[in-house]
């Protein structure tokens, strides 16, 4: 190696450049988050106001009009999502950690993991051929059990890591006392990591809120009220989607302002998480 | 072993321990439900494309022309572009997410960490449909007015840089796809580097690297196959990436050199024709394309695992 003093100073300078160059990769990963935010405020908030929320879509060439309908629509589906995904995905994180042994988790982890990692359009043409075929339409019960099934392997990684970090003590000390394992898994384990059971029903909640592809053949969307869950259901980013291909300049302005809400939906659900974290922390 | 213990402390008489095997069995059933998931998404996959495939073979993956009303139907022109694509979004991605990584482990200032953490969180929870919109409306102007023809009165004389800017292309969903996978290869890459033990650092110091030494001996190639693991996890994200894809790609099945020619992906051409298909072997081919999608990223998966096993866990053959 050479040692000479213009060579310790490239090595230095090179180093630097490099640190440099890092600095600014972070930079760059954290720019277009600021960007969309910029462009979401500027362009959407313009168009929010009570007639937005509370207005069914107009149409075209008509002025105003809003997204009553897709915003109740996303809180139906996520309704249907969780009623499907929290007793699976949280009962069986519960199996897994209470009584699971080594090798049946792995397994199960193995398959979860998969499971998180299929593309959502394919969770779409799978609960079209599952439900949407044989009850010969697109139906809003379709649509929530497509989310559902998508939070099932999110919940289930997750609690079973929060019920994990319980200590053993609280177990042991509870079986002592003669109580059942069930009881002692229900009363002592899950309501000690209760906060945490809940912030990973939200975290799921958070992910599957803006899923647009697996909706496209199963809840499909709807200009009106659904009447009953077995009838196509309006969503927020289904409009958002149908909005921003549309030619026509207003529905781009509400398809800004649609997903403005969206965002604001999401944030909400991920503030929650923190806010439950925090408390759990200070406690 | 712990299992062991408890069923022992539960064996008291006078317990009951009917409830307690419902409660066990009930809550295996329910771990079990991922298994029968798996099996109802690979199951119907397959039952749906199975036509196509009995129609077409081999032949569906390696032909390209793409003409629903002649029944002619060949996968060629979205694999290529959902290859491209993906691969361009790496290309853009694996840099910036390592680099961030990096600052992050190596020398980001405490008080900068955890908001930076916070803000690629985010940004992994900005939906893709959002992504598409944003695409659509801002990126994709911005692109055609001020980068495409720079980068074309530059590099025009690569074939991958000629022809007409249409704004949407190959390109453009390369870089909102990198845009979208950029925090799942930082979070991974961070992960890995937090793991690389501090005696690799300290050693290099002691020897009077500088700070890039220390990074490029101790660190990065300590973590190398960590590193390619969570590129690979990137790489399964972008190929099924659906919506801001379809929304900025133009949708056209063609194989062009140029980056800034339409494409077509996989996934977008499930998006975009799935209800229009009229015939049955027409949905039975999309549902091919669906179980195609779904192998590849099982693939994806599967190989990003293998690279990650051997790095965080602490059995993993360090020695390599």
Partial sequence: MQTSPAYDRYRKLKSTFISGLCVLSAVLVVAPLGFVFFHLLSEGISSIDLNFLLNLPAPVGEKGGGMANAIVGTLILLGLASAVGIPFGVLGGVYLSEYGNAHFNRVIRFMADILNGVPSIVWGIVVYALIVVPMKGFSALSGGVVLGFMMIPLILRTTEEVLLLVPRDYREAALALGIPKWKTTVFIVMKTAFRGIVSSVLLAQARVAGETAPLLFTAFGNRYWAQSLDQPIAALPLQIFNYAISPYDEWHQQAWAGALVLILMILFINFGIRTIINIGSNK | ?320
């Avoid at chain 2, 006078?14 to 771990?31: E, S, V």
């Avoid at chain 2, 680099?99 to 482990?105: A, Q």
């Avoid at chain 2, 339409?262 to 998006?271: K, N």
């Avoid at chain 2, 072997?281 to 990003?304: D, H, Q, R």
């Fill in chain 2, 1 to 320: 072993m712990e299992n062991r213990r408890t069923h022992i402390l539960q064996a008291i008489p006078g317990t009951n321990k009917i409830p307690d095997r419902m409660f066990k069995w009930f809550t295996a059933a329910m771990a079990f439900s991922v298994g029968l998931l798996l099996f109802i998404v690979i199951w119907n996959l397959v039952r749906g494309s199975y036509p196509a495939i009995k129609e077409y073979g081999w032949r569906f993956l390696v032909t390209s022309s793409w003409d629903p009303v002649h029944e002619e139907f060949g996968a060629l022109p979205f694999i290529y572009g959902t290859v491209v694509s993906s691969v361009l979004a790496l290309i853009i991605a694996v840099p910036l997410s390592i680099g961030t990584s990096v600052f992050l482990t190596e020398f980001a200032p405490l008080r900068l960490r955890r908001p930076v953490i916070s803000l690629v969180e985010m940004l992994a929870a900005v939906p893709s449909v959002i992504f598409g919109l944003w695409g659509i409306f801002v990126l994709i102007p911005f692109l055609r007015n001020y980068i495409y023809p720079w980068l074309e009165s530059v590099l025009g004389f690569l074939p991958i840089f000629e022809g007409p800017i249409y704004g949407v292309g190959m390109l453009s969903a390369g870089i909102i796809v990198a845009i979208m996978i950029l925090p799942i290869i930082t979070s991974v890459s961070r992960e890995i580097l937090e793991s690389v033990p501090d005696l690799q650092r300290e050693a290099a110091y002691a020897l009077g690297a500088t700070r890039w030494e220390v990074i490029r001996i101790a660190v990065l190639s300590y973590a190398k196959r960590g590193l390619m693991g969570a590129a690979v996890l990137g790489l399964g994200r972008a190929l099924g990436e659906t919506m801001a894809v379809t929304m900025v790609i133009g949708n056209r099945p063609e194989i062009a050199a140029s980056l800034f020619a339409p494409g077509y992906t996989l996934a977008s051409v499930i998006a975009n024709e799935f209800t229009e298909a009229t015939t049955d072997i027409y949905l039975s081919v999309l549902f091919e394309i669906g179980l195609v999608l779904l192998g590849v990223t099982i693939l994806t998966n599967i190989i990003a695992r293998v690279f990650i096993y051997g790095m965080t866990s602490p059995s993993g053959s360090k020695s390599t």
